[in-house]
C-alpha cells in the first residue's frame, strides 16, 4: 500500500510514533456498507435480546480484564493522565453493563383503540424494531468512552455499526472492536474504518446509513448533517463553553477543588469543560487568591505518570492555538492570574485569566485547552445575560447555599444541564447529555441512544363482529 495511504498515530506527550495502521480507501469502506446492509436485511440471522446480553456481559467481562493496557493505551495515545485514564476504563465497563441492562426495557406498548366509535372492534399494540446501519463518527478526548457510548447502542438494539475513530486516537477503538468479536458479534455487525477526511464524508452521506452519529466539531457536525441522504436520522455531540455562576454565599471549600478538577481535567479537552467563572464581586478576591492556589498545584507532564494532573494537547497546534487565544485576550487587558504560557510544543500551563474581553476568543469560542476565566459581577442579572449570550448551550453550574436562589437560577439558565455546587464536567452515562442550539442535536447518554435506534412499528388487528 501507498505511503500516502498510510495513518502514523502518535503519542501527544512526547511525538513518539505507536502505530502505523493502513487507511481504507473507498473500495473497503463500500464493502463495509454493503456487508452491514446485508446483515441488517437478513432478519433470520438478527441476534435475539438475549444473545445481545450474552455478548455485552462477556464484553464487560473482557473489558474489566483488560483495564491497565487500556488505560495505558489511552494515556499513550490520547495524552489523558493515567489516573483519569483508569476511570475512563471503568466507566466504559459500566456503559456496556448499563446497555445490557438497557435491552429489557426496549418493549412496545398496547394502543387504545375503543376511544372513538371509528377504532372499535381492533386491537393495536406495538414492537420496537432496529433502525437499520449505523455509521459513528468519533472524537479523540475520551477514546474509550466515547467508543462506548456510539457502538454499544447499536449492538444492544441489533444495528450494524460501522465506527471512524478520531485519526489521532484510532488504536483503542481498534482494541475495543476486536474485544467486541472476541465476545461473540458477527464481525459484519461492527466494522472500523480508518480513513481520510473525503472517504469518511462519502460513507456518512450514503444512502445505505440510517442513523450517524457524531462526535466533535460543531462546524462538521452541522457540515455532515447538511449532507446526509434523505431519510438518514442523526445525532450531534458537540461543545461549549460552560459558564459557572458563583453567589457570595457559596461554599468556596467546596467550590474551588470541584471547578479546579472540571477545568483542568484532561488539560480543558472536554466538551463540558469549565470555562467561564462569573463570580459574585463580594467574594471574588478570595475566590481569586484559593483558585489560584490549587491551579498553582497541579502537575503538569507525561500523561503515563500517576502523579501527573495535567497531559498534553492533542496536537503541537493546539498549544500555538490555546496560545494565541490567550495572548488576544491579555493584549485585550485580561490579567493572567496563572500559566499564560506554553511550557513547550505540546504541554500548556493551566491558566487563569481574569476579566478577558467579552469578544475575545476566550470569551465567545470554547478553548478545549487548560484555560479558564473569571469574570466578575455586582448583579446576577448580568451574569446570567452573559452566561446566556453566545450560541453554544450545554451544560452549566451553580455555587449557592441558598436552594431557592439555586433553582431560580436553574430555571434561568439557558443549558441542558445545570449542575447545583458542583462543576459543569459532571456526567454519568445514563442521564440524557446533550448540547442546545449549536452545541448539539439529539440526546445523548446510553439509555437515549438506544432508543434513537429503534423504530416503533404498530400493528393493527380487526376483530371479528361479535
Not at 502505530?19 to 456487508?35: F, G, K, N, T
Not at 432496529?130 to 444492544?156: D, K, Y
Not at 475566590?287 to 507532564?301: H, K, P, R, S, Y
Not at 453554544?392 to 444541564?417: C, E, G, H, M, P
Amino acid at each position: 500500500m501507498s505511503q500516502d495511504f498510510r495513518l502514523t498515530v502518535y503519542q501527544p506527550y512526547d511525538g513518539a510514533e505507536i502505530e502505523a495502521l493502513d487507511c481504507a480507501q473507498w473500495p473497503e469502506v463500500d464493502a463495509m456498507l454493503d456487508r452491514a446492509t446485508s446483515a441488517f436485511a437478513d432478519q433470520t440471522a438478527r441476534l435475539p435480546a438475549y444473545r445481545r446480553i450474552e455478548i455485552l456481559h462477556r464484553l464487560a467481562d473482557l473489558l474489566r480484564a483488560q483495564r491497565e493496557p487500556f488505560a495505558s493505551l489511552i494515556a499513550r495515545e490520547g495524552g489523558k493522565p493515567l489516573g483519569d485514564a483508569r476511570i475512563e476504563a471503568d466507566r466504559a465497563v459500566n456503559g456496556v453493563e448499563l446497555a445490557a441492562e438497557q435491552i429489557g426495557h426496549l418493549h412496545g406498548r398496547e394502543i387504545p383503540m375503543d376511544l372513538s366509535a371509528a377504532g372499535g372492534a381492533r386491537l393495536a399494540f406495538t414492537r420496537m424494531e432496529p433502525i437499520g446501519p449505523v455509521v459513528a463518527v468519533s472524537a479523540f478526548n475520551h477514546p474509550l468512552n466515547l467508543i462506548v457510548h456510539q457502538v454499544v447502542p447499536a449492538v444492544a438494539t441489533g444495528c450494524p455499526v460501522i465506527v471512524k475513530p478520531a485519526n489521532t486516537t484510532p488504536l483503542t477503538c481498534i482494541k475495543f472492536v476486536a474485544l467486541l468479536h472476541e465476545a461473540g458479534l458477527p464481525q459484519d455487525m461492527c466494522q472500523v474504518s480508518v480513513c481520510d477526511i473525503p472517504t469518511a464524508e462519502r460513507l456518512v452521506t450514503d444512502g445505505r446509513v440510517a442513523f450517524f452519529t457524531f462526535i466533535g466539531s460543531a462546524k462538521v457536525g452541522w457540515y455532515l448533517r447538511s449532507k446526509l441522504a434523505p431519510g438518514t436520522r442523526s445525532a450531534l455531540e458537540h461543545g461549549g463553553a460552560a459558564p459557572v455562576i458563583i453567589c457570595d454565599d457559596a461554599d468556596l471549600e467546596l467550590a474551588v477543588p470541584s471547578l479546579v478538577k472540571g477545568g483542568y481535567y484532561h488539560a480543558g479537552q472536554v466538551c463540558v469543560s469549565v470555562q467561564r467563572i462569573f463570580v459574585d464581586q463580594r467574594i471574588k478576591p478570595a475566590f481569586m487568591d484559593a483558585f489560584a492556589n490549587q491551579v498553582g498545584e497541579l502537575i503538569t507532564g507525561d500523561p503515563t505518570k500517576p502523579e501527573t494532573d495535567v497531559g498534553p494537547l492533542i496536537t503541537p497546534g493546539e498549544v500555538d492555538r490555546v496560545e494565541a487565544w490567550v495572548d488576544e485576550a491579555v493584549s485585550g487587558g485580561a490579567q493572567v492570574l496563572a500559566g499564560g504560557k506554553k511550557i513547550d510544543d505540546r504541554l500548556f500551563a493551566p491558566t487563569i485569566l481574569v476579566d478577558p474581553p467579552a469578544s475575545a476568543d476566550v470569551s465567545t469560542l470554547e478553548i478545549f485547552g487548560p484555560v479558564t476565566c473569571i469574570y466578575g459581577f455586582d448583579d446576577v442579572a448580568d451574569a446570567l445575560a452573559r452566561a446566556n449570550g453566545l450560541p453554544v448551550a450545554f451544560q452549566s453550574a451553580v455555587y449557592t447555599k441558598d436552594i431557592d436562589r439555586a433553582l431560580d437560577l436553574s430555571n434561568r439558565l439557558d443549558a441542558s444541564a445545570v449542575m447545583i455546587n458542583d462543576h459543569t464536567a459532571f456526567r454519568v452515562d445514563w442521564m440524557p447529555f446533550a448540547g442546545r442550539r449549536t452545541s448539539g442535536y439529539g440526546i445523548g447518554g446510553i439509555p437515549h441512544t438506544m432508543e434513537d435506534l429503534m423504530q416503533e412499528k404498530m400493528t393493527v388487528i380487526h376483530l371479528p363482529s361479535a
